[in-house]
């Protein structure tokens, strides 16, 4: 199971780290997703990082603003995210793909095994 928190209303310009805090076993060889949805919109891809944490992958709208980490002693994987602009407001999701130890992130939904009920951020202009 996975549980994010950290969301909240902020202005444009400020920063926010959401947290996603992971139960089980499989979390250390498991690859590690953030995506994002606006009502009426499909999930996107936000970032990603594999299992060790040494490839990660932005989609160009957040390259520079945001940062994708993990802690695989606590099991939980980060979002820090700077900069924020309006249309970065959106519910995130956290979201593992299990026993993934390829350094090739999966991008698209449908690769992703397990996800979190979502935490909403909203940036005001």
């Known amino acids: 199971q996975l549980q994010e928190s950290g969301g909240g209303l902020v202005q444009a310009g400020d920063s926010l780290r959401l947290s996603c805090a992971a139960s089980?076993?499989?979390?250390?060889?498991?690859?590690m997703a953030w995506f994002r949805q606006t009502p009426g919109n499909e999930r996107e891809f936000v970032a990603a990082i594999s299992w060790s944490g040494s490839s990660t992958l932005y989609t160009d709208s957040v390259k520079g603003r945001f940062t994708i980490s993990r802690d695989n002693a606590k099991s939980t994987v980060y979002l820090q995210m700077n900069s924020l602009k309006p249309e970065d407001t959106a519910v995130y999701y956290c979201?593992?793909?299990?026993?993934?130890?390829?350094?090739?992130?999966?991008?698209?939904?449908?690769?992703?095994?397990?996800w979190g009920q979502g935490t909403q951020v909203t940036a005001s202009s």
């Open positions: 979201a593992g793909r299990s026993l993934y130890v390829s350094n090739d992130l999966p991008t698209r939904r449908n690769e992703y095994n397990s």
């Open positions: 089980g076993r499989t979390f250390r060889s498991s690859a």
